[in-house]
Nanobody, 123 residues
Framework: QVQLVESGGGLVQAGGSLRLSCAAS????????MAWFRQAPGKEREFVAA????????YYGDSVKGRFTISRDSAKNTVLLQMDNLMPEDTAVYYC????????????????WGQGTQVTVSS
């Protein structure tokens, strides 16, 4: 079992930045692919970013590419999502997720989820 706890959400103006953090506990952190998804009201859960066992192995959704950066700190069992140049359409609940195996973009393939953290971007 892996337990995930997100933090760092909040309200920010368009063009601003936020950094989300996901603390993992339980099984060996380095064994898992870590990802961020988001879900806005009335919309399906959307892939944001993922990172594999190697910190060089990163993937991004098209809507956030070039603005968001995912990283992991294995010493602290933490995965970070640095979000820059935020736009109102980034407003959503952001979820941290984990799975074994290789990186996938489909949220249904992830076994472990955090409770979510709200990000609101005002125009």
């Amino acid at each position: 079992q892996v337990q995930l706890v997100e933090s760092g959400g909040g309200l920010v103006q368009a063009g601003g930045s936020l950094r989300l953090s996901c603390a993992a506990s339980g099984r060996t952190f380095s064994d898992y692919v870590m990802a961020w998804f988001r879900q806005a009201p009335g919309k399906e859960r959307e892939f944001v970013a993922a990172i594999g066992w190697s910190s060089l192995d990163t993937y991004y959704g098209d809507s956030v590419k070039g603005r968001f950066t995912i990283s992991r700190d294995s010493a602290k069992n933490t995965v970070l999502l640095q979000m820059d140049n935020l736009m109102p359409e980034d407003t959503a609940v952001y979820y941290c997720a984990a799975k074994s195996g290789i990186v996938r973009r489909a949220y249904k393939l992830y076994n472990y989820w955090g409770q979510g953290t709200q990000v609101t971007v005002s125009s």
